[in-house]
């Protein structure tokens, strides 16, 4: 492969295309317009490829191929046949395009929804077992290093409590919302904007993270070649 294409490396080509692209996508705070859907689906359309030919890879020839005719490249003695019930279920799959033969299809479906479930059960319990842990934490821990109480930890595992029974109080809908009961589903509201809006935030931080690392790219990576071939003309 030619290092040098038109008097440019081909990492400088790289950079080029990424920084065109990168512009093309953000020429939608403008209004949407053919260049932004042309990079859109250039996008979309390079993602399914790598995503197919990551799934041939990791897939067919990893978990299928190589167990069967290649054993050796795996660890394996000899051939794993047992491959062949899994496979025969994952083609079934593909029958859903066909009008005559789609019900075969429901077979592996139905197994991998079963599974899904059965696996999201005890993981799910787990979760609320976690969650029901932290609320049984001392209210004021002590501190053996320092052997005194940390009051801090204190005040925040007590707005911890007031957090959890309000908050499990406004989803009680087996009695009228009035009195005490009323009251504590109120701020359990507030307490729910909270974590919605610490949710949203992080959300947003995440989505400012990626718009920080464009703009370093096209201002450490990109915009130096631009400077370098208004110098050299």
């Known amino acids: 492969m030619p290092e040098h294409i038109l008097g440019l490396s081909t990492e400088a080509i790289g950079i ?41 890879q990791q897939v067919v020839i990893d978990l299928i191929y190589k167990p069967l005719l290649r054993p050796a490249e795996v660890g394996a003695l000899a051939p794993d046949y047992l ?47 976690e969650h029901t842990r932290y609320t049984m934490q001392p209210l004021v821990p002590f501190n053996t290093e320092t052997q005194g109480y940390e009051w801090a930890a204190g005040i925040s595992m007590f707005i911890m409590v007031i957090a959890v029974v309000t908050t499990l109080a406004y989803f009680y809908f087996s009695k009228e919302h009035k009195g005490a009961l009323g009251t504590a589903g109120r701020i359990g509201i507030y307490f ?29 990576d990109w915009w130096p070649l631009v400077v370098g071939i208004f110098h050299r003309g």
């Open 192 to 220: 729910l904007m909270i974590a919605f809006g610490a949710g949203f935030g992080n959300t947003v931080m995440a989505r400012i993270s990626l718009l920080i690392g464009r703009f370093q790219f096209m201002f450490y």
């Open 83 to 129: 491959v062949i019930v899994p496979t025969i279920l994952g083609a079934l799959m593909f029958l859903r395009f066909s009008r005559k033969h789609g019900w075969l299809a429901r077979w592996p479906i139905c197994l991998v929804m079963g599974y899904g479930a059965g696996a999201a059960i005890p993981a799910t319990v787990q979760n609320m077992l």
């Open 16 to 56: 080029w295309i990424a920084a065109l692209l990168t512009l093309a996508i953000y020429s939608f705070l403008y209004r949407d317009n053919p260049v932004y859907k042309f990079a859109e689906h250039l996008f979309v359309g390079i993602s399914a490829g790598y995503g197919v030919g990551i799934t041939y």
